[in-house]
């Protein structure tokens, strides 16, 4: 079993729509939690990080549910701009912190 | 620039041929991350390096794959008798120190193409 699972999707919306990108991870040791964003033959770069109170950015909501070990991705009114792969993230203690990333997850937001 | 660079930025490389790849992460940075992504797919882990502890080699796919890293400078990842399945992007990350809470940062990669 992967250590961060993450729907690849693709995701297709209109403009306007709400999308949720769900990710379960399996290592109780998991401390820290990320979304990364990566457009299409880049790099990945942070989006957010997820707190156990749930967090909100403009548009993008994260969330955290320990208990089940899952980590969530709300974007409402989709933009064209936010097509792109989301990587969900986890640190994990291994005596010092390795960070995992999920396989992604890709959305297509169109006009 | 203070970003993560890597080099080269392309490697086209026959069969059989053995490869470098470098990676200079941001000064100062102690935790030190390859990844591969091969096309259309999500990253894969192959080592991490933090400080200097011994390094967690547990991604490496074969023994055809090795990475050195020197202290808190530059890693040079080495791919040897290159096969054509190598044929990916080889993303390398550093975060400023090993905590749970660091943001991870990534050079643009070195796309590698086996022939």
């Known amino acids: 079993r992967k250590e961060v699972e993450q729907d690849p999707g693709p995701f297709n919306v209109p403009e306007g729509a709400t999308v949720a990108f769900n990710c379960t991870y399996s290592?109780?040791?998991?401390?820290?939690f990320f979304w990364y964003r990566q457009d299409c033959r880049k790099e990945p770069k942070l989006l957010m990080s997820v707190y156990s109170s749930g967090n909100e950015d403009g548009r993008f909501t994260a969330q955290l549910n320990r208990a089940s070990q899952y980590i969530s991705l709300l974007i409402r009114d989709s933009k064209l701009s936010d097509s792109a792969t989301y990587l969900c993230?986890?640190?994990?203690?291994?005596?010092?912190?390795?960070?995992?990333f999920g396989a992604g997850t890709r959305l297509f937001v169109k006009a | 620039g203070a970003g993560v660079s890597q080099s080269p930025s392309n490697k086209v490389t026959e069969k059989g041929k053995d490869v470098e790849l470098r990676c200079d992460p941001i000064s100062g940075h102690t935790a030190l991350y390859w990844y591969r992504q091969r096309l259309g797919q999500g990253l894969e882990f192959l080592i991490y390096?933090?400080?200097?502890?011994?390094?967690?080699k547990s991604g490496l796919p074969s023994d055809r794959f090795s990475a050195e890293r020197t202290g808190e400078s530059v890693s040079t990842l080495t791919i040897q008798r290159t096969q054509q399945e190598d044929s990916a992007v080889y993303l390398c990350a550093s975060s400023l120190f090993p905590g749970s809470d660091t943001e991870a940062f990534f050079g643009q990669g070195t796309r590698l193409t086996v022939v």
């Open positions: 993230v986890v640190s994990i203690n291994t005596g010092g912190f390795k960070t995992i």
């Open positions: 290592n109780s040791a998991s401390q820290s």
């Open positions: 390096f933090q400080g200097n502890s011994a390094p967690d």
